[in-house]
Structures are given as structure tokens and as C-alpha cells.
């Protein structure tokens, strides 16, 4: 067993080391939660073995040195890290305790609650108004002189303006980058061939931290103020007083900050940005609740490392590290070869990851990522988990690029850009590769298509592997005898089993959804379940669509020249076609007709009505399927083969362009007559 003092020897240096990359490289190693986590061990082995707590221990200290190459600049007063919590109950805990230090007088001034700004601390100080002197934390009391890269920041006033400024204004504050900000940096990083930074925290370190004053110029650096130091003037008695007279004078400070009386508001501010982290425009790691009397502050005091007064409360991680097992390809529902992550599985914003999209093989090479590289992952609250980049530190030599292979994995098929110049690459196999088809089933089984439920992964794995699929064609016309013989849904005795026999049941009510369903079933490229209702509103059933010209489809509102073309290739598909032959072969309605027997007079036969303006009794799909009920089509704009159009109140454009064309116009209250009587009955 490890002896206490031999883990903090190993804890110290393992922390001590990565600080170092930290502050002064601005190349860490591990995530923030796992140099937390080393942090923590190591404070509650001091706490269980106080004989550890030496002077020179890492908890004492704040983190970061000068590094080669900065002059030192001693602050005026120290610079201090904060304590964390990372709970609710840790967080009342601290009030609990800062309330009896600080007695009576601290409910009377409240609480002071800010972001915590993810950036770097920098240290200003104003000499009668003038800039100064400008360094970074470093170890607390001696920081780097940044001076010359701090004037290339505009945030940053070289001379306060306004009245009554004191000798001295020591302030401190966070220089960060805004998120819209660094991903514009990094585009163009990458787009120059050089390397992106993994977050917006390492691109305001490294672009303040830069030997050449020039390229922080070019960076787009902020700064907000959010602590005051030494200060030569008439006393402040708040510390948000004094943000306000900070900001008369010119200096930037944040208008997130807010005076809490109670713990309660306190917890609702946490609360608050805990689930809003992404409404402000750089990135936040927490909330840091402040004692905002300035003599309490004293009265508190501080810790060697940070004051009794703060505290910091930290949100959970949207970075962490992970070890990149491997890269493979999935093929999806239109052939689209796409590489993914796969990785150690890590939590990640509250849910357990193992693998994230790469998207293509460019965006493999962009995120100069190798199989076996330690990777920086990232997932924001509900955003889809995202692969940073490698941290290059970490590796061995044993890692290996990956390959964008060459052929389908799934069929075998020569994989091919679709069209020259795409990113993507796709399997052409189009018909029957059986990853394609079995997205396809799934695609066609669940709720927005024809919700058949029985179809999921399994069950289509089923159907393939024991070849009684050609492709989605086949599906409807599965009948017991089929399945038995191929030895798939039966019993042990060899009968039909529960599950074969609901799966049949499934498909016969699946016949007759409603044509937007089939729609959507069809994976025609563009039709999704949100536009498939106005198509199947325009044209009414699988006939009515499949002779409708280019023209025809995207003059109807709703469709577009987009979605036209790509209905119309669609069908120009042999196998396609066939699709839908073998579907109203097997029983398959694809129409929006009411049912035969039903039938209403086809007074309408032949005949395009558009309905604009509103018709008192009908809404706007009521009457379009009343028009499509007596076997007219109801077309969402005017043109000269329109034979009626119907203009109730509000009618625009389209009354327009009929009186125009000279198409017969009809008042809504000739609309009844013309359904049930057809033009006859409004003739004259
Ligand atoms: N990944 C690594 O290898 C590594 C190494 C060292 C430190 N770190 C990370 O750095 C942090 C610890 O460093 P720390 O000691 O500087 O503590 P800290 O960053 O948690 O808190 C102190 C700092 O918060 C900043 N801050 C931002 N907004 C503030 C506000 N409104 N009011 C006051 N201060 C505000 C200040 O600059 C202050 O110096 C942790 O998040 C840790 O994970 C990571
Ligand atoms: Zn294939």
C-alpha cells in the first residue's frame, strides 16, 4: 500500500507539472476536471494529514510562474486563485460558514454574483490615470509583464477619462476571447494549415502570451474587470459601487453581475446560468459569489491561496479527455460514408460518451487526429459530442492515421464521389447494399413515416440476413408462408412465432397511413416529415405525383425547385418505380381519396381549383381535401391551365393574377356549389 506521504509527493508533482503547462505553456495535458479531481485528492489528504500541508505544498500556492522569456512585474497586492464548490450543498455550506464569520453585517450588504469568466487573470495599474503596468497572475505576487500586448487590446484603456481619479487604480480582470470570436480564429488557422486552438481559453493564454505584440493585435482580445487592488482613493464601501465608478472611468466591467441578498437568490443565480451557460457570448465555467462590503472582505481575510470572501461555484465539464480507440465508417441511408470516433467512454455535460461524428475524411485530416491520440472532447449541455483535436503532448509514436477506405464496408461496392468536388464520398450501391437498405427500413419503420413497430434494428437485420428483402419493395407482399421457409419469426416447432405474426399485422395496418406517411417512407432526398403534407395537399396520391411534371410540382407553394427536381429524379429510378408498383400491388392505399364505396361524385374530374383567401366552413386543408374528394387537384398557385379560382377575404397576389390570366374567379359562397355541381352548377 502507498503511504500517505508518498501519494502527496506524487499528487504535488503530477499537479505542479501540468500547472506548468497550464500558465506557462498554454498546453495542458489533462482536462480541467482532471487536474480538479488531482486538486481535490490532494486537499482531502492534507485535510486527513495535516503534517503534509507544507508551505511549498500546491494547495498553498496559486498556480503559475513567470515563464522564460517575460520580466516579472511584482503586483501591487496579491493576485489569488479562488476556492470551488461544485454543489448546491457545498455552496450553502460555505455561506453557512461565511455567515458566522462575518456576522450580522453581511446579511445587511449581501452577496455579489458574477460570471466566471474563462479566460486568464491580468493585473492593470494606473498611475495618475495612465497605463502603467499590465502582467499576468504568474505565482500570485509576480506575474508576466504584458504590457506591450495589452495596449494592442481595445478593450483596454491606456488613460482613464473622467473626474477624480485616484493616484493609483489597481484593478484585475479576465482577458477572453468571445466564442464567435475564436471560431472565427480558428477557420483561419486552419484555413493558413496551422494548428486550431482546442478552446477559447488557450487562444486568449496564447495570443496575450505572444512575444510579438502584433499578433495579439490581430487577435480580437476582451477584457472585463472583476476585482480592485491597491486604490488610492476615497474608500469604497461595496464592491459593485465600485464596478459602477470603475465603469465612469472608462474601464470595462461585465453587466452580468448581481447583488443577492439572500442565499436563495444566490442559489437562483447559479441555478440560473447553470442551465443558460450558452446565452453569453464567452464561455463561463461558473459563478463566483463574492461578500460584496469591502471592510467584510478584510474582516474574512484570505487563505495562502484565496480569499475567505469568494468562492467559486464550477459547473460541470464540457471538456474532457479521452482516449481515440479507433475510427470507423458508417454508411447511411443515402450511401454517405461517414468516419466517427470511437472512444473510451467518458462523461461528458451529464451523459456517458463513446463515440462522436467526424463527418468526413477532411474534417478527420483538419482535426489532425491519430488512432490511439488521447483527444479533447467536447459536449455542451445538449449539443451532439464533438472530437476537439489530439493533445499532441501525449503521445507515443504507437499511434496510427487513419485510412478513408475505399470501398464499402458493407457490400464491398467501389466507394465514389457523387458529384466532383463533394466532400463526401458514398457507396453508389444504392439498391441493396445492405447497410443502406436496412437505414431505409428503419427509416421507413419509425413514428414520422409509416410506424410500423415491430420493424426495428433487429427485425430488419432478420429480414436480410435471410435475403427475403431485394430492397424496401418486397416488404408489404411478406406473407407467413415466407417467413416460416426461411426460418425466421418461427417457434421451435416451426410455426409462425407472436412477433412474426405482429409484424404482418403491423405491415397490413400500415397499408393504409396517409399518403404524406408514404411520403416520408419513400427517403426521396428533401422530403422529410415537415414538408410531405404539403406535397401530398398539392398532389393527392402516388399517380397524381409520379405524372406531375417538373413544372407542375414546383409550382405549387410549398415545393420549390429544389424538391421538385428531387422528386422527379426520384422517380426516374427503374427500381424506384418498381418500389411503388409492388407497394399498390400489395395493398398499399398511397392516396388520400376516401376509400371506394365512399365515394363522392367526381363532380371536379380533370379540373384545377385554387382556393385563396379564406372560405367561410373550410380551413385550408379542409378545402383542399374537399376539391381532391371530388376528384379535382387543389393547386397552391394560379396558372393558365387553372380552371376555377375561389377568392374569399383577404384574397391578394393569386385574385390578382387570375383576373390577369382570365381565369374564371368564383366568390367563396359559390365555393359549396361549385363541389356538389361542378362547373354546371356555376356557370353564367
Ligand atoms: N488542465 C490543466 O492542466 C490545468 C492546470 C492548472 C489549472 N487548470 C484549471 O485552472 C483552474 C484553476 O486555476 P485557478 O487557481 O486560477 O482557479 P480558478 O481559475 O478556478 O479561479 C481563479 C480565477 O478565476 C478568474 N475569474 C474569472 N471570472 C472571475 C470573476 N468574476 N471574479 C473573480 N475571479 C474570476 C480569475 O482570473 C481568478 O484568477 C481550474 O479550472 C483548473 O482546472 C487546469
Ligand atoms: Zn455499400
Redesign the pocket.
Known sequence: MTQPSERHAWLSAE?IE??R???EQDA?????????AL?RELVALEDEYPELRTLDSPSQQ???AVAVGFSKVTHLTP????G?VFSIEELDHWIERTTRLAGPALAEAGYLC?????????DLVYRDGVLASAAT?GDGTVGEDVLANVRAIDAIPSRLVGEHVPAVVEV???VFMRIEDFAALNAGLVEAGKAPFANPRNSAAGSLRQKDPTVTAQRRLHF?V??IGAFSGDDLQLQSDGYELLQSWGLPT?TH?RRCRTAAEVRAYVEYFGENRHSVEHE???V?V?VDDRALQDQLGRTS??PRW?I?Y?YPPEEVNTKLLDIRVGVGRTGRITPYAVMEPVVVSGSTVEQATLHNATEVRRKGVLIGDTVVLRKAGDVIPEVLGPVVELRTGAERPFVMPTHCPSCGTELKHEKEGDADIRCPNRRSCPAQLRERLFHLASRQALDIEVLGEKAADTLLSAGLLTDEGDLFSLTAEQLVAAGVFVTKDGRLSANGDKLLKNLEAAKERPFARFLVALSIRHIGKGVAPDVAAAFPSIDALRSASVEELSAVEGIGPVLAASIAEWFSVDWHRAIVDKWLAAGCRMADQPAAGEQLEQTLAGLTVVVTGSVPGYSRDGATEAIVARGGKASGSVSARTNFVVAGDGAGSKLDKAVALGVPVLAADQFDALLSGGPAAVAG
Do not use: C
Not at 28 to 36: I, L, W
Not at 114 to 121: M, S, T, V
Open positions: 499537479i501540468h500547472r503547462r497550464y500558465y495542458p495535458s489533462v482536462s480541467d476536471a482532471e487536474f480538479d486538486m496559486v498556480g503559475g493576485l489569488m486563485s479562488l470551488n458574477e460570471l466566471k469568466i474563462d479566460g486568464l487573470a491580468l497572475r484585475r480582470g479576465e472585463l472583476h476585482g461585465s453581475y463561463i465555467d461558473g463566483v463574492k491561496s484565496a469568494a467559486a464550477k
